[in-house]
T-cell receptor, first 114, second 113 residues
Framework: KAGVTQTPRYLIKTRGQQVTLSCSPISGHRSVSWYQQTPGQGLQFLFEYFSETQRNKGNFPGRFSGRQFSNSRSEMNVSTLELGDSALYLC?????????????FGPGTRLTVL | QQQVKQSPQSLIVQKGGISIINCAYENTAFDYFPWYQQFPGKGPALLIAIRPDVSEKKEGRFTISFNKSAKQFSLHIMDSQPGDSATYFCAAATQGGSEKLVFGKGTKLTVNP
């Protein structure tokens, strides 16, 4: 079974631009969560989706948004990029939602903002 | 507010030694405590997890010890190998209603041959 897929793997943008990252969960998994990983703050929860609905959101500004499609694939969008948004963005999928089922992480998208 | 505190930040052990990483949490609602292993260029991978109804869980060379009253849990890696060199994250979550994992800041483990 294929793992969590994230595209693109690397991205370079400039301040003020916007970016869209994509995540394809493991086949059959319906819950998708997003995390931001930086050297200073570590892994921080962004948001989680189940059945196309955002179930929980972390403490990030409104520039960070996401959505989930009917096939469970998810995208996150960051608008008006800032230098501090440079990070590894990780997507994790799990079979169900709310049961602390094992979350499987993708390899991440490395975003660099210049 | 850091809900899960992890120590040490970095750890160097010799091959065959025991690696110990500690975590402490604040939220008593947490009831699921996984450990993740991350290699450079990869996403975190679940190593082992424990729920508070047991005080210890062992899987191969990896053991979680859990102290509910002290709100602490630790990862022990027995017979550490150079291939164990990675960053380890403890995490915590509450069952029912969210998949959100709260992570510690990570421990970079180096196992010297």
């Amino acid at each position: 079974k294929a793992g969590v897929t994230q595209t693109p793997r690397y991205l370079i943008k400039t301040r003020g631009q916007q970016v869209t990252l994509s995540c394809s969960p493991i086949s059959g998994h319906r819950s998708v969560s997003w995390y931001q990983q930086t050297p200073g703050q570590g892994l921080q929860f962004l948001f989680e989706y189940f059945s196309e609905t955002q179930r929980n959101k972390g403490n990030f500004p409104g520039r960070f948004s996401g959505r989930q499609f009917s096939n469970s694939r998810s995208e996150m969008n960051v608008s008006t990029l800032e230098l501090g948004d440079s990070a590894l963005y990780l997507c994790a999928s799990s079979l169900v939602w709310g049961g602390t089922d094992t979350q499987y992480f993708g390899p991440g998208t490395r975003l660099t903002v210049l | 507010q850091q809900q899960v505190k992890q120590s040490p930040q970095s750890l160097i052990v010799q091959k065959g030694g025991i690696s110990i990483i500690n975590c402490a949490y604040e939220n008593t609602a947490f009831d699921y405590f996984p450990w993740y292993q991350q290699f450079p260029g990869k996403g975190p991978a679940l190593l082992i997890a424990i729920r508070p109804d047991v005080s210890e869980k062992k899987e191969g060379r990896f053991t979680i010890s859990f102290n509910k009253s002290a709100k602490q849990f630790s990862l022990h890696i027995m017979d550490s190998q150079p291939g164990d060199s990675a960053t380890y994250f403890c995490a915590a979550a509450t069952q029912g209603g969210s998949e959100k994992l709260v992570f510690g800041k990570g421990t970079k483990l180096t196992v010297n041959p």
